[in-house]
């Protein structure tokens, strides 16, 4: 590396530390205005009458598609014991799952408001001993190591995944799971359109 372009990494690194600082600021405000209705997308209902329609129509068969593939591949994987991560966890579906499958789960996720939903959701599943979340922006803060790391429903809404990706990969020491969730391309059309209506970042 030349001593030019040294200083150019340099200029350019507290850039990249500030667009992903900023993109996960705006989706922790998109999210948190939501949270509730993001949730009952499983039901297919909303208290909100447009969030309602994109959890009747769209959410409610991708997140359990998603979440059956994710249970599917967690089974296969024998994770009893093992110590699993998820990035961006939500709600805390798939979380909960890897806990019902033996796991010791940690969830973390930006929006308080899914955090305390997350809670909910393992104590009702009998799993909080086996589970736990907290709010945390994984992209700019370091990342603890785990078996298997998950990442559901994530990597789209950053933009430097070449970035991040590389400390993701770092943290894992068996398996790591990204799952992409845009669909077909109208249901990302359709995406594009709701991110641009509701001022967030999708890539």
């Given at each position: 590396?030349?001593?030019?372009?040294?200083?150019?990494?340099?200029?350019?690194?507290?850039?990249?530390?500030?667009?992903?600082?900023?993109?996960?600021?705006?989706?922790?405000?998109?999210?948190?205005?939501?949270?509730?209705?993001?949730?009952?997308?499983?039901?297919?209902?909303?208290?909100?009458?447009?969030?309602?329609?994109?959890?009747?129509?769209?959410?409610?068969?991708?997140?359990?598609?998603?979440?059956?593939?994710?249970?599917?591949?967690?089974?296969?994987?024998?994770?009893?014991?093992?110590?699993?991560?998820?990035?961006?966890?939500?709600?805390?579906?798939?979380?909960?799952?890897?806990?019902?499958?033996?796991?010791?789960?940690?969830?973390?996720?930006?929006?308080?408001?899914?955090?305390?939903?997350?809670?909910?959701?393992?104590?009702?599943?009998?799993?909080?001993?086996?589970?736990?979340?907290?709010?945390?922006?994984?992209?700019n803060e370091s990342i603890e190591s785990a078996d298997i790391v998950m990442?559901?429903?994530?990597?789209?809404?950053?933009?430097?995944?070449?970035?991040?990706?590389?400390?993701?990969?770092?943290?894992?020491?068996?398996?790591?799971?990204?799952?992409?969730?845009?669909?077909?391309?109208?249901?990302?059309?359709?995406?594009?359109?709701?991110?641009?209506?509701?001022?967030?970042?999708?890539?």
């Amino acid at each position: 590396m030349t001593p030019d372009s040294h200083a150019d990494s340099s200029h350019t690194q507290p850039v990249a530390d500030a667009v992903l600082r900023d993109e996960a600021e705006i989706a922790k405000r998109y999210f948190g205005s939501f949270a509730d209705d993001y949730h009952r997308a499983f039901e297919g209902t909303g208290r909100h009458p447009l969030h309602a329609l994109i959890n009747s129509i769209f959410r409610r068969k991708t997140f359990e598609r998603r979440t059956d593939v994710v249970r599917a591949w967690l089974a296969t994987f024998d994770i009893k014991g093992k110590q699993v991560l998820e990035l961006g966890c939500g709600s805390g579906e798939v979380s909960v799952v890897a806990a019902q499958l033996g796991a010791r789960v940690t969830g973390l996720d930006i929006v308080p408001e899914m955090i305390e939903i997350a809670r909910t959701g393992a104590r009702t599943a009998g799993v909080s001993e086996h589970a736990s979340f907290r709010v945390a922006n994984f992209a700019n803060e370091s990342i603890e190591s785990a078996d298997i790391v998950m990442m559901v429903g994530v990597i789209e809404y950053y933009r430097d995944i070449d970035r991040l990706l590389p400390r993701v990969c770092a943290a894992t020491r068996e398996r790591l799971i990204i799952v992409d969730t845009r669909g077909p391309w109208w249901r990302r059309q359709l995406r594009y359109a709701l991110a641009t209506f509701k001022h967030f970042h999708l890539y």
